[in-house]
């Protein structure tokens, strides 16, 4: 490569450096947005002049919604939501993956193509059908019901994604636990697991970041009001004489957090699994 060409490629480094930069800060700017009001006070907050970082640093928003019994409780059903999410979409969807993409299945394709119209329906239309049958069981008001209303469109998902991870691994795996003495499920669980680590670490945190961020199904099948998540009451900032804006956007950074943590921490493992389940076959 003479020099020439090296001082291309070099500034088409650098104008890609630039690209990501920007396209970086206007993907992270409404987040600072949202933490910065968050430490704002009453009056910085409605003021007149715009202010891009706060003058008068405050935790009185976060003290509002930290110090609420509704809102420890509200955060606490939002934990179990996403926990029982994760939780059904693994013990379910795990085995349909396996069982999917190990053996030969008559109707797998057909099944596969269910799984995937599935993942095209709204919410709004399984919202009834779904009603209905929660009523009809007895299983309206109680912490279950939206967890597994959740689960079933995350389901298809892990199903989907899992399907191609399980057929590439060798079969090879499966000759030698037979020979080491493993029955079908002890290879299943210390054989195939560990060998698909990478794509169920992404399915526990969709399930997870599924249930956590849901709102249609909490509302319509959690009768209750104490049983309501973060993402319901977060209009109690709202009132006759205004909104507070800075305690909103304190409950919106709380409710972001871990969001925002799991892809810090575990985001090697979700592109990868995500990438990876796209193109094995």
């Known amino acids: 490569m003479n020099k020439k060409e090296m001082s291309r490629s070099r500034r088409k480094e650098i104008l890609n450096s630039i690209i990501a930069i920007i396209i970086t800060i206007l993907f992270l700017f409404p987040i600072y947005w949202l933490v910065q ?8 907050t409605f003021g007149k002049v715009l202010t891009y970082y706060p003058r008068e640093f405050t935790f009185g928003p976060w003290l509002v919604n930290l110090t609420d019994k509704n809102f420890l409780l509200s955060l606490r059903n939002s934990f179990v939501n996403a926990a029982l999410t994760m939780l059904i979409t693994v013990v379910l969807g795990v085995p349909a993956a396996y069982g ?40 309206l008001g109680h912490h279950i019901t939206a967890p597994i209303a959740i689960a079933a469109s995350s389901i298809p998902f892990a199903v989907v994604t899992l399907r191609p991870y399980f057929k590439s691994v060798p079969m090879a795996l499966d000759e030698a636990a037979r020979l080491d003495g493993c029955g079908p499920l002890k290879a299943f669980t210390h054989v195939m697991i560990p060998a698909v680590k990478t794509g169920i670490i992404t399915i526990l945190v969709i399930s ?47 409710l972001v957090i871990p969001v925002v943590l799991m892809f810090i921490f575990l985001q090697k493992y979700i592109v990868g699994g995500l990438t990876a389940g796209a193109v094995k076959d």
Request: proline residues 3%; contains cysteine.
């Open 208 to 254: 997870f970041l599924n249930g956590w961020n849901d709102l249609i199904f909490s509302m319509t099948f959690n009768v209750g009001a104490e049983m309501r998540p973060l993402t319901a009451n977060i209009y109690k900032f709202q009132n006759a004489y205004g909104t507070k804006w800075n305690c909103i956007m304190a409950y919106g950074t709380i």
């Open 100 to 139: 999917m993409g190990r053996y030969k299945v008559k109707g797998s394709n057909l099944f596969l193509l269910t799984f995937l119209v599935s993942q095209m329906l709204p919410a709004s239309l399984t919202l009834t059908p779904m009603y209905l049958i929660f009523n009809k069981v007895g299983l």
């Open 37 to 44: 009001i968050s430490f704002k006070s009453d009056t910085e």
